[in-house]
């Protein structure tokens, strides 16, 4: 049982960098998935990356690989979300999700996960 809690978000210019980081408010990530996931408005929820805690894989969304990077922060028991030269179109409310021995055919589905942070907003300005 996990209650991701996210942090991070704030109102930067194109360009620049910011990065995201996911802690649980209970319990651990041991053996779960943990996602990142972005949802703007008017448009439908969507994949950003995905990391096993325990490792064995990361995932990154194919439009955005060149630019984000998932990693796990051990001492701090944080999944991050390393986000590179930001554009207006990455503007969105951007979400940690945890899911318990999910499959890795099923790490890019938002559907597939269990526990779902309250969400950080990322605002990139032109």
């Known amino acids: 049982q996990v209650q991701p809690v996210e942090s991070g978000g704030g109102l930067v210019q194109a360009g620049d960098s910011l990065r995201l980081s996911c802690a649980t408010s209970?319990?651990?990530?041991?053996?779960?998935?943990v996602g990142w996931f972005r949802q703007a408005p008017e448009k439908e929820r969507e994949f950003v990356a995905a990391?096993?805690?325990?490792?064995?894989?990361?995932w990154h969304a194919d439009s955005m690989k060149d630019r984000f990077t998932i990693s796990r922060d051990y001492a701090k028991k944080t999944v991050n979300l390393r986000m590179n030269s930001l554009k207006p179109e990455d503007t969105a409310v951007y979400y940690c999700?945890?899911?318990?021995?999910?499959?890795?055919?099923?790490?890019?589905?938002?559907?597939?996960?269990?526990?779902w942070g309250q969400g950080t907003q990322v605002t990139v300005s032109s």
């Open positions: 999700a945890a899911a318990n021995g999910l499959l890795s055919s099923f790490v890019r589905s938002a559907a597939r996960y269990d526990y």
């Open positions: 209970k319990g651990t990530f041991n053996n779960y998935a």
């Open positions: 990391i096993r805690w325990s490792g064995g894989g990361t």
